[in-house]
């Protein structure tokens, strides 16, 4: 409905549209005459920008705050030395709503015993302590944000946190391979959108995406190597809201 607000002569029986946001992936195919649609298959996959977050924190700030270091304390009769229980942090780490229930002393005190031990992994255990103590995971996940979405305009992009001395050069192709898994459940959604619409990507006309996520250029690229000319660029983070709007306008009126 919005795209059709501002492209009237659109032309097109099957429309394909693809919402990427934040939390979900989700896919609708539509038979169109003229400003009516008929649904023939809507498919989804739990996959969204967030989760793209949380791989890019795992991938890039993880090795940099203690992942993988060792830990040496004393036993009863020797002092051992064992890697450093980072998987208790990583949930945890991941959830910036729940990552202040890490200043307890069970997650603090082996932290502070590492940094104490003045070890070959020190300056990742400060950042650690640093990004517990002062609470920055929500800082932390906007400056991803904000690569992630730099890297949609530019080949290269730096993501730099200076409360927790992190300075780190992103290319979109290092990018791409990370996420390389996640773009290949997208792939495997839409294909399985169109099975269930009993459709090749051929017989679809117009291709609809929005959500944030739908501008990762890499997306893109899928979209249109399945559909050549003919995925369209539509206002990706208020069009459903629009179409809404549109759509309850348009029934309020043939009611009066």
Known sequence: MSYLAVNPGAVGEHVLT????????DFCVLKRSGA?????TTHGVSLGGDHIDQRLFRALLFPLLGKGE??????????????????????????????????QNRYITPVVDCIEQCGPGVAKFRRLYELIRHNLSYLVFQAIKDVKARLSDATEATLDIPEIDVEIVLTRAEFES????????????????????????????????TGGSSLI??????????????????????SVAAGLAIANYERLEACS
């Open 36 to 40: 009516r649609f008929e649904v023939l």
């Open 217 to 238: 250029p890499a997306v893109h690229r899928l979209l249109d190597e399945r559909f050549p000319q003919r995925v369209v660029d539509h206002d990706p983070f208020t």
């Open 18 to 25: 693809l919402d990427f946001g934040g939390g979900t992936l």
């Open 70 to 103: 060792m830990w040496r304390r004393r036993g009863m009769d020797r002092e051992i030395e064992t890697r450093f229980p980072f998987e208790d942090y990583e949930d945890l780490l991941l959830n910036w709503a729940v990552t202040y229930t890490l200043n």
């Open 178 to 209: 990370i996420i390389a898994d996640q773009l290949a459940q997208v792939a495997e959604s839409l294909d399985a959108t169109l099975a269930l619409a009993g459709l090749s990507h051929d017989q679809i006309d117009i291709v609809l995406r």
